[in-house]
């Protein structure tokens, strides 16, 4: 069945280490992968996507790894800060529908 | 660009009465709108998702009469909390897709429901 879900729902880490924030997904069929983050009482803030026909993409301080084989996906933020801390979230999306269902959500907690 | 506003943030009303939120796309046209909901500590349940113009696609286990979604205009959809109770209260968010838009979504602050 579809299924995005997350391995560690709490991850604390000290500022300027980087982290690593990990997502397992069910659905072979999803196109495409986004990672979100959401502060509390606010909604979801885009912060990278990647393809299914992808590995690997970046964008500023944040790595998105796609592991097909064993249905795995990651987001790696450098360098992290206090304003990093937040619930993220990995989504999977495509098919005929071209719905989003998003995994259950880690929060990050930035130690200063 | 590609903002989307929800009004109300909040609201809080009586057992019974029922309650509407708006979802606005406010610099770009939004063909397909989403409704979530979403529990505290827990993640974006997606509720329906509305075209404009037709009928609104709910998932299995929402209420179409409880929950009325209209999407009248391509910046515009409202959802209708009918006889809101308790267990109603809940984070509901939308989200808009362009016109342009392959699968990109974006989002809305959220309306936070209290039902007494």
């Known amino acids: 069945g579809e299924s995005v879900g997350l391995h560690l729902p709490t991850l604390s880490v000290q500022e300027g280490d980087n982290s690593i924030i990990n997502c397992a997904y069910s659905?072979?069929?999803?196109?495409?992968f986004i990672w979100y983050k959401q502060e509390s009482g606010k909604g979801p803030q885009f912060i990278i996507d990647i393809r299914s026909n992808m590995d690997k993409r970046q964008g500023q301080r944040v790595t998105v790894l796609l592991n097909k084989t064993v249905k795995h996906l990651s987001l790696q933020i450098a360098a992290t800060q206090p304003g990093d801390s937040a619930v993220y979230f990995c989504?999977?999306?495509?098919?005929?529908?071209?719905?989003?269902?998003f995994g259950t959500g880690t929060l990050l907690a930035v130690q200063p | 660009g590609a903002v989307v506003s929800q009004h109300p943030s909040w609201v809080i009303c009586k057992s019974g009465t029922s309650v509407k939120i708006e979802c606005r796309s406010l610099?770009?046209?939004?063909?397909?709108m989403f409704w979530y909901r979403q529990f505290p500590k827990q993640s974006l349940m997606l509720m329906a998702t509305s075209n404009e113009g037709s009928k609104a696609t709910y998932e299995q286990g929402v209420e179409k009469d409880k929950f009325l979604i209209n999407h009248a205009s391509l910046t515009l959809s409202t959802l209708t909390v009918t006889s809101a109770h308790p267990e109603d209260s809940s984070f509901y968010i939308c989200s808009a897709r362009g016109l342009q838009g392959l699968y990109e979504q974006y989002f809305g602050p959220g309306t936070r429901l209290t039902v007494t």
């Open positions: 610099d770009f046209q939004a063909t397909t």
């Open positions: 989504a999977g999306g495509g098919g005929a529908t071209n719905k989003l269902i």
């Open positions: 659905n072979s069929a999803s196109d495409y």
